[in-house]
Protein backbone atom coordinates (compact mmCIF):
# COMPACT_ATOMS: atom_id res chain seq x y z
CA UNK A 1 0.00 0.00 0.00
CA UNK A 2 1.17 3.48 -0.92
CA UNK A 3 2.25 5.47 1.86
CA UNK A 4 -0.62 7.78 3.10
CA UNK A 5 1.15 11.08 4.10
CA UNK A 6 1.19 14.43 3.15
CA UNK A 7 3.23 17.45 4.12
CA UNK A 8 3.35 21.50 3.47
CA UNK A 9 4.38 24.22 4.21
CA UNK A 10 2.15 27.88 4.65
CA UNK A 11 3.04 31.27 4.91
CA UNK A 12 0.96 34.65 5.29
CA UNK A 13 1.48 37.52 6.97
CA UNK A 14 0.01 36.50 9.55
CA UNK A 15 1.01 32.39 10.20
CA UNK A 16 4.10 30.55 9.06
CA UNK A 17 3.33 27.04 9.63
CA UNK A 18 5.03 23.80 8.58
CA UNK A 19 2.56 20.64 8.91
CA UNK A 20 3.28 17.09 8.43
CA UNK A 21 0.22 14.32 8.87
CA UNK A 22 0.21 10.18 8.61
CA UNK A 23 -2.93 8.53 8.13
CA UNK A 24 -1.10 5.42 9.09
CA UNK A 25 0.77 6.73 12.26
CA UNK A 26 1.40 5.37 15.48
CA UNK A 27 -0.74 8.26 17.63
CA UNK A 28 2.77 10.47 17.32
CA UNK A 29 2.52 13.79 17.78
CA UNK A 30 5.14 16.97 17.95
CA UNK A 31 3.18 20.33 18.09
CA UNK A 32 4.66 23.74 18.69
CA UNK A 33 2.00 25.73 17.85
CA UNK A 34 1.69 28.77 20.03
CA UNK A 35 -1.64 27.93 20.99
CA UNK A 36 -1.39 25.38 24.15
CA UNK A 37 -4.93 24.21 24.24
CA UNK A 38 -5.20 23.60 20.34
CA UNK A 39 -2.06 21.84 21.22
CA UNK A 40 -3.42 19.59 23.47
CA UNK A 41 -6.37 19.37 21.80
CA UNK A 42 -4.68 18.58 18.58
CA UNK A 43 -2.60 15.47 20.53
CA UNK A 44 -5.61 14.10 21.67
CA UNK A 45 -6.84 13.74 18.56
CA UNK A 46 -3.75 12.43 16.50
CA UNK A 47 -3.59 9.66 19.75
CA UNK A 48 -7.24 8.35 19.47
CA UNK A 49 -7.09 8.46 15.51
CA UNK A 50 -3.70 6.54 15.32
CA UNK A 51 -2.17 9.16 12.97
CA UNK A 52 1.08 11.03 13.19
CA UNK A 53 0.94 14.71 13.07
CA UNK A 54 3.76 17.08 13.86
CA UNK A 55 3.18 21.23 13.51
CA UNK A 56 5.21 24.31 13.92
CA UNK A 57 3.62 27.29 13.45
CA UNK A 58 4.77 30.80 14.52
CA UNK A 59 1.33 33.15 14.34
CA UNK A 60 0.48 36.43 15.74
CA UNK A 61 -0.78 35.13 18.99
CA UNK A 62 0.14 38.57 20.40
CA UNK A 63 -3.24 39.67 18.87
CA UNK A 64 -4.87 36.35 19.84
CA UNK A 65 -4.78 33.02 18.81
CA UNK A 66 -7.63 33.04 15.74
CA UNK A 67 -5.33 33.36 12.41
CA UNK A 68 -2.79 30.33 13.95
CA UNK A 69 -5.90 27.83 14.88
CA UNK A 70 -7.57 28.45 11.64
CA UNK A 71 -4.56 28.07 9.58
CA UNK A 72 -3.70 24.82 11.37
CA UNK A 73 -7.40 24.46 10.35
CA UNK A 74 -6.73 24.81 6.84
CA UNK A 75 -3.19 23.05 6.62
CA UNK A 76 -4.69 19.76 8.34
CA UNK A 77 -7.47 19.52 5.71
CA UNK A 78 -5.25 19.82 3.55
CA UNK A 79 -2.82 17.63 4.64
CA UNK A 80 -5.60 14.92 4.92
CA UNK A 81 -7.21 15.34 1.35
CA UNK A 82 -4.02 15.08 -0.27
CA UNK A 83 -2.74 12.00 1.71
CA UNK A 84 -5.89 10.35 1.07
CA UNK A 85 -4.95 10.50 -2.61
CA UNK A 86 -8.07 8.82 -4.84
CA UNK A 87 -9.92 7.22 -1.52
CA UNK A 88 -9.41 4.09 -3.12
CA UNK A 89 -10.83 1.07 -0.90
CA UNK A 90 -11.58 3.40 2.20
CA UNK A 91 -14.22 3.20 4.42
CA UNK A 92 -15.64 6.52 3.57
CA UNK A 93 -18.03 7.09 6.84
CA UNK A 94 -16.60 7.42 10.29
CA UNK A 95 -18.70 7.78 13.52
CA UNK A 96 -17.95 8.19 17.30
CA UNK A 97 -19.22 8.47 20.37
CA UNK A 98 -16.76 9.70 23.08
CA UNK A 99 -17.50 10.36 26.52
CA UNK A 100 -15.34 12.85 28.95
CA UNK A 101 -16.93 12.86 32.44
CA UNK A 102 -20.18 14.54 32.39
CA UNK A 103 -20.04 15.56 28.47
CA UNK A 104 -20.62 13.38 25.68
CA UNK A 105 -19.97 14.18 22.27
CA UNK A 106 -20.20 12.22 18.75
CA UNK A 107 -19.21 12.86 15.57
CA UNK A 108 -19.79 11.38 12.14
CA UNK A 109 -17.89 11.92 9.06
CA UNK A 110 -18.49 11.65 5.49
CA UNK A 111 -15.10 11.96 2.90
CA UNK A 112 -17.69 12.57 0.52
CA UNK A 113 -15.55 15.24 -1.66
CA UNK A 114 -18.34 17.74 -0.32
CA UNK A 115 -17.46 20.23 2.53
CA UNK A 116 -20.33 21.01 5.29
CA UNK A 117 -19.69 21.44 8.77
CA UNK A 118 -23.02 20.78 10.86
CA UNK A 119 -21.63 22.16 14.43
CA UNK A 120 -24.38 21.58 17.53
CA UNK A 121 -22.66 22.87 20.77
CA UNK A 122 -23.15 25.09 23.53
CA UNK A 123 -20.40 25.32 25.36
CA UNK A 124 -21.06 27.40 29.18
CA UNK A 125 -17.60 29.17 28.90
CA UNK A 126 -16.12 31.52 26.55
CA UNK A 127 -12.77 31.06 27.04
CA UNK A 128 -10.89 27.46 28.14
CA UNK A 129 -7.27 28.98 29.68
CA UNK A 130 -6.65 32.06 27.02
CA UNK A 131 -8.34 30.13 24.43
CA UNK A 132 -11.26 31.63 22.73
CA UNK A 133 -13.81 28.66 22.24
CA UNK A 134 -15.56 29.99 19.29
CA UNK A 135 -12.32 28.66 17.67
CA UNK A 136 -13.50 25.48 17.72
CA UNK A 137 -15.81 26.03 15.40
CA UNK A 138 -13.53 28.15 13.14
CA UNK A 139 -10.82 25.57 13.09
CA UNK A 140 -13.77 22.41 12.31
CA UNK A 141 -15.05 24.58 9.36
CA UNK A 142 -11.83 25.30 7.62
CA UNK A 143 -11.06 21.64 8.33
CA UNK A 144 -13.71 20.28 7.01
CA UNK A 145 -13.63 23.03 3.80
CA UNK A 146 -10.28 21.99 3.01
CA UNK A 147 -10.80 18.02 3.43
CA UNK A 148 -13.95 18.45 1.59
CA UNK A 149 -15.38 16.23 3.99
CA UNK A 150 -18.97 16.73 5.57
CA UNK A 151 -18.02 16.66 9.52
CA UNK A 152 -21.04 16.79 11.43
CA UNK A 153 -20.17 17.72 15.46
CA UNK A 154 -22.39 17.30 17.76
CA UNK A 155 -22.06 17.91 22.35
CA UNK A 156 -25.28 15.76 23.62
CA UNK A 157 -24.47 17.53 26.99
CA UNK A 158 -21.87 18.32 29.58
CA UNK A 159 -21.21 21.27 31.63
CA UNK A 160 -17.16 21.63 31.96
CA UNK A 161 -16.28 23.82 28.81
CA UNK A 162 -12.92 21.65 28.62
CA UNK A 163 -14.45 18.33 28.82
CA UNK A 164 -16.56 19.23 26.38
CA UNK A 165 -14.32 20.45 23.84
CA UNK A 166 -11.69 17.51 24.80
CA UNK A 167 -14.40 14.70 24.06
CA UNK A 168 -14.84 16.25 20.35
CA UNK A 169 -11.47 15.92 19.65
CA UNK A 170 -11.11 12.61 20.48
CA UNK A 171 -14.38 11.31 18.57
CA UNK A 172 -12.60 13.75 15.48
CA UNK A 173 -9.72 11.63 15.66
CA UNK A 174 -11.76 8.46 16.24
CA UNK A 175 -14.73 9.20 13.51
CA UNK A 176 -11.50 9.90 11.06
CA UNK A 177 -9.67 6.50 11.56
CA UNK A 178 -12.57 4.71 10.80
CA UNK A 179 -13.44 6.42 7.84
CA UNK A 180 -9.76 6.14 6.35
CA UNK A 181 -9.39 2.57 7.20
CA UNK A 182 -8.77 0.39 3.68
CA UNK A 183 -11.55 -2.38 4.00
CA UNK A 184 -10.42 -4.97 1.53
CA UNK A 185 -14.25 -5.38 0.31
CA UNK A 186 -14.25 -2.12 -1.01
CA UNK A 187 -13.44 -2.45 -4.86
CA UNK A 188 -12.44 1.06 -6.00
CA UNK A 189 -14.15 4.13 -4.67
CA UNK A 190 -17.06 3.82 -2.25
CA UNK A 191 -19.43 6.13 -4.51
CA UNK A 192 -22.00 4.78 -7.26
CA UNK A 193 -20.99 7.64 -8.82
CA UNK A 194 -17.29 6.31 -9.23
CA UNK A 195 -15.72 8.94 -7.75
CA UNK A 196 -15.36 11.25 -4.41
Not at 75 to 84: K, N, P, Q
Not at 155 to 174: D, P, S
Amino acid sequence: MTERRASLERNTNETQIQLEFAVDGEGKSNLDTGVPFLSHMLDLFTKHGHFDLTVNANGDTEIDDHHTTEDIGICLGHALREALGDKKGIKRYGNAFVPMDEALAQVAVDLSNRPHLEFRAEFPAQRVGTFDVELVHEFLWKLALEARMNLHVIVHYGHNTHHMIEAVFKALGRALDEATTIDARVKGVPSTKGML
